[in-house]
Protein backbone atom coordinates (compact mmCIF):
# COMPACT_ATOMS: atom_id res chain seq x y z
CA UNK A 1 0.00 0.00 0.00
CA UNK A 2 1.15 3.16 -1.21
CA UNK A 3 1.46 6.17 2.08
CA UNK A 4 2.28 9.70 1.95
CA UNK A 5 3.04 10.43 5.74
CA UNK A 6 5.35 12.49 7.64
CA UNK A 7 8.15 11.28 9.60
CA UNK A 8 10.74 11.67 11.40
CA UNK A 9 13.85 9.68 11.30
CA UNK A 10 15.24 8.07 14.90
CA UNK A 11 18.36 6.16 13.64
CA UNK A 12 20.20 5.19 10.42
CA UNK A 13 22.11 2.29 10.06
CA UNK A 14 24.50 1.19 6.71
CA UNK A 15 23.65 -1.97 5.26
CA UNK A 16 26.13 -3.40 2.60
CA UNK A 17 28.55 -1.49 0.91
CA UNK A 18 25.56 1.18 -0.53
CA UNK A 19 22.84 0.91 1.54
CA UNK A 20 20.88 2.85 4.72
CA UNK A 21 18.17 0.90 7.11
CA UNK A 22 16.19 3.93 8.48
CA UNK A 23 14.21 3.71 11.59
CA UNK A 24 11.20 6.36 11.81
CA UNK A 25 8.77 7.47 13.75
CA UNK A 26 5.73 8.01 11.00
CA UNK A 27 2.42 10.06 11.62
CA UNK A 28 0.24 7.54 9.89
CA UNK A 29 1.69 4.04 11.26
CA UNK A 30 4.24 4.73 14.02
CA UNK A 31 7.65 3.09 13.93
CA UNK A 32 8.50 1.60 10.30
CA UNK A 33 11.84 0.13 8.88
CA UNK A 34 13.10 1.08 5.59
CA UNK A 35 15.37 -0.08 3.02
CA UNK A 36 17.22 2.31 1.00
CA UNK A 37 18.89 0.67 -1.87
CA UNK A 38 22.23 2.26 -3.46
CA UNK A 39 21.79 5.59 -1.75
CA UNK A 40 24.71 5.93 -0.46
CA UNK A 41 26.13 5.43 -4.28
CA UNK A 42 23.07 7.05 -6.32
CA UNK A 43 24.33 10.23 -8.07
CA UNK A 44 20.69 11.11 -9.15
CA UNK A 45 17.84 9.95 -8.10
CA UNK A 46 14.93 11.24 -5.33
CA UNK A 47 16.68 9.80 -2.17
CA UNK A 48 19.67 11.42 -0.72
CA UNK A 49 21.65 10.07 2.43
CA UNK A 50 21.69 13.37 3.87
CA UNK A 51 18.03 13.75 4.14
CA UNK A 52 18.34 10.92 6.70
CA UNK A 53 19.83 12.93 9.69
CA UNK A 54 19.04 11.92 13.10
CA UNK A 55 15.56 13.30 13.85
CA UNK A 56 15.13 15.20 10.76
CA UNK A 57 11.71 15.74 9.90
CA UNK A 58 10.32 14.68 6.81
CA UNK A 59 7.13 13.74 4.26
CA UNK A 60 7.74 10.88 2.71
CA UNK A 61 5.85 8.75 -0.09
CA UNK A 62 6.47 5.04 1.13
CA UNK A 63 5.09 1.62 0.34
CA UNK A 64 4.05 -0.14 3.68
CA UNK A 65 3.74 -3.71 3.07
CA UNK A 66 2.84 -3.68 7.06
CA UNK A 67 4.26 -7.48 7.76
CA UNK A 68 6.95 -6.68 9.80
CA UNK A 69 9.70 -6.66 6.87
CA UNK A 70 11.59 -3.78 5.87
CA UNK A 71 9.62 -1.24 3.89
CA UNK A 72 10.69 1.32 0.92
CA UNK A 73 10.47 5.06 0.10
CA UNK A 74 9.71 6.00 -2.83
CA UNK A 75 9.72 9.96 -2.50
CA UNK A 76 10.94 12.13 -0.05
CA UNK A 77 11.15 15.78 1.26
CA UNK A 78 11.83 17.88 4.41
CA UNK A 79 9.01 19.23 5.71
CA UNK A 80 10.36 21.18 8.74
CA UNK A 81 14.27 22.48 7.62
CA UNK A 82 16.26 22.95 10.79
CA UNK A 83 17.73 26.22 10.86
CA UNK A 84 19.95 25.10 14.08
CA UNK A 85 19.79 21.76 15.16
CA UNK A 86 22.00 20.53 13.46
CA UNK A 87 24.66 22.72 13.34
CA UNK A 88 24.74 24.04 17.38
CA UNK A 89 27.37 21.51 19.24
CA UNK A 90 24.52 21.62 22.16
CA UNK A 91 21.70 21.12 19.84
CA UNK A 92 23.11 18.10 18.16
CA UNK A 93 24.10 16.45 21.45
CA UNK A 94 20.73 16.61 22.61
CA UNK A 95 19.74 15.36 19.12
CA UNK A 96 21.65 12.41 19.02
CA UNK A 97 20.42 11.63 22.54
CA UNK A 98 17.33 12.40 21.88
CA UNK A 99 17.23 10.21 18.81
CA UNK A 100 18.98 6.80 21.03
CA UNK A 101 15.88 7.66 23.70
CA UNK A 102 13.19 7.94 21.20
CA UNK A 103 14.37 4.52 19.05
CA UNK A 104 14.82 3.04 22.70
CA UNK A 105 11.43 3.67 23.63
CA UNK A 106 9.21 3.78 21.12
CA UNK A 107 8.23 0.29 19.98
CA UNK A 108 4.68 0.27 18.20
CA UNK A 109 4.20 -0.35 14.72
CA UNK A 110 0.59 1.41 14.95
CA UNK A 111 -0.80 4.99 14.39
CA UNK A 112 0.02 7.70 17.51
CA UNK A 113 -0.93 11.23 16.71
CA UNK A 114 -0.44 12.51 20.01
CA UNK A 115 2.90 11.44 20.57
CA UNK A 116 3.94 12.36 16.77
CA UNK A 117 2.61 15.94 16.93
CA UNK A 118 4.39 16.15 20.57
CA UNK A 119 7.66 15.09 19.06
CA UNK A 120 7.39 17.53 16.37
CA UNK A 121 5.97 20.00 18.31
CA UNK A 122 8.79 20.37 20.52
CA UNK A 123 11.78 19.73 17.98
CA UNK A 124 10.83 22.48 16.07
CA UNK A 125 10.35 24.64 19.50
CA UNK A 126 14.29 23.42 20.10
CA UNK A 127 15.25 24.45 16.98
CA UNK A 128 13.85 28.09 17.40
CA UNK A 129 14.82 28.82 20.88
CA UNK A 130 18.39 29.15 22.89
CA UNK A 131 17.31 28.63 26.69
CA UNK A 132 17.57 24.81 26.28
CA UNK A 133 20.60 23.93 28.87
CA UNK A 134 17.13 21.56 30.50
CA UNK A 135 15.29 20.94 27.47
CA UNK A 136 16.07 17.19 27.45
CA UNK A 137 15.11 16.70 30.75
CA UNK A 138 11.54 18.17 30.23
CA UNK A 139 11.27 16.56 27.16
CA UNK A 140 11.85 13.03 28.64
CA UNK A 141 9.23 13.68 31.57
CA UNK A 142 6.43 15.21 29.03
CA UNK A 143 7.82 11.96 26.71
CA UNK A 144 6.47 9.65 29.71
CA UNK A 145 2.88 10.75 29.44
CA UNK A 146 2.66 9.42 26.08
CA UNK A 147 4.64 6.21 26.80
CA UNK A 148 1.96 5.37 29.73
CA UNK A 149 4.10 6.15 32.97
CA UNK A 150 4.36 9.53 33.83
CA UNK A 151 4.57 10.31 37.56
CA UNK A 152 1.41 10.03 39.91
CA UNK A 153 1.99 13.83 40.99
CA UNK A 154 -1.45 13.67 43.28
CA UNK A 155 1.31 13.48 46.39
CA UNK A 156 3.76 15.88 45.69
CA UNK A 157 4.23 16.72 49.23
CA UNK A 158 5.43 13.85 50.00
CA UNK A 159 9.59 13.01 50.83
CA UNK A 160 10.30 10.38 48.64
CA UNK A 161 9.73 9.44 44.89
CA UNK A 162 9.61 5.77 44.03
CA UNK A 163 10.75 4.94 40.85
CA UNK A 164 9.39 1.53 40.36
CA UNK A 165 6.10 2.38 41.35
CA UNK A 166 5.77 6.20 39.88
CA UNK A 167 4.57 7.72 42.78
CA UNK A 168 5.46 9.73 45.30
CA UNK A 169 5.46 8.09 49.14
CA UNK A 170 6.74 8.88 52.48
CA UNK A 171 8.55 5.61 53.74
CA UNK A 172 11.81 4.35 51.93
CA UNK A 173 11.42 1.07 50.61
CA UNK A 174 14.06 -1.44 48.34
CA UNK A 175 12.81 0.23 45.55
CA UNK A 176 14.94 3.11 43.58
CA UNK A 177 14.35 6.38 45.01
CA UNK A 178 14.72 10.27 44.10
CA UNK A 179 15.60 12.11 47.31
CA UNK A 180 16.94 15.19 48.23
CA UNK A 181 17.93 18.01 45.81
CA UNK A 182 16.97 15.55 42.65
CA UNK A 183 13.71 15.53 44.21
CA UNK A 184 13.34 18.75 44.44
CA UNK A 185 14.11 19.29 40.72
CA UNK A 186 12.35 16.64 39.55
CA UNK A 187 9.09 18.04 41.25
CA UNK A 188 10.09 21.41 39.69
CA UNK A 189 10.31 19.69 36.18
CA UNK A 190 6.74 18.46 36.34
CA UNK A 191 4.73 21.68 37.42
CA UNK A 192 6.42 23.80 34.45
CA UNK A 193 6.15 23.94 30.32
CA UNK A 194 9.32 24.74 27.60
CA UNK A 195 8.58 28.43 28.21
CA UNK A 196 10.13 28.24 31.65
CA UNK A 197 12.49 25.60 31.80
CA UNK A 198 15.35 27.92 31.93
CA UNK A 199 13.68 29.46 35.44
CA UNK A 200 15.14 25.59 36.65
CA UNK A 201 18.55 26.89 37.76
CA UNK A 202 20.67 23.84 38.07
CA UNK A 203 24.78 23.32 38.51
CA UNK A 204 25.80 20.85 35.34
CA UNK A 205 26.66 18.01 38.21
CA UNK A 206 22.72 18.31 39.62
CA UNK A 207 21.72 18.32 35.77
CA UNK A 208 23.67 15.08 34.87
CA UNK A 209 22.18 13.15 38.14
CA UNK A 210 18.81 13.71 37.53
CA UNK A 211 19.12 12.87 33.80
CA UNK A 212 20.95 9.58 34.78
CA UNK A 213 17.64 9.08 37.13
CA UNK A 214 14.81 9.69 34.75
CA UNK A 215 16.78 7.36 32.44
CA UNK A 216 16.67 4.87 35.12
CA UNK A 217 13.22 5.92 35.39
CA UNK A 218 12.52 4.47 31.50
CA UNK A 219 14.53 1.48 32.07
CA UNK A 220 12.59 0.37 34.83
CA UNK A 221 8.94 0.88 32.69
CA UNK A 222 9.95 -0.11 29.30
CA UNK A 223 10.81 -3.95 28.36
CA UNK A 224 13.75 -4.46 26.47
CA UNK A 225 15.43 -0.51 26.80
CA UNK A 226 18.79 -0.25 26.45
CA UNK A 227 20.50 2.90 28.04
CA UNK A 228 21.50 5.54 25.21
CA UNK A 229 25.52 5.24 24.57
CA UNK A 230 25.14 8.66 23.64
CA UNK A 231 24.56 9.94 26.99
CA UNK A 232 28.61 10.30 27.64
CA UNK A 233 28.44 12.32 25.02
CA UNK A 234 25.78 15.14 26.21
CA UNK A 235 27.24 14.71 29.67
CA UNK A 236 30.33 16.00 28.10
CA UNK A 237 29.12 18.78 25.91
CA UNK A 238 27.48 19.98 28.91
CA UNK A 239 30.37 20.19 30.67
Not at 83 to 98: E, G, P, Q, R, Y
Not at 104 to 109: D, L, M, V, W
Not at 152 to 159: A, E, P
Request: include cysteine; charged fraction near 20%.
Amino acid sequence: MQVTTKAIVLSVLKYGDSSLIVKAFTLSDGLKSYLLKGVLTAKKGKLKSAYFQPLTQLEVVANHKNKGTLESIREVRVSYPYSTLHSDISKNAIVLFLAEMLANSIQEEECNEDLFFYVESALQWLDKNTEITNFHIYFLMELTKFLGFYPDDTNLSKSYFDLLEGEFIDTVTLNPMITGENLNFFKRFLGTNFEAIHNVKMKKASRQHLLQTIVLYFELHLQGFRKPKSLAILNEVFS
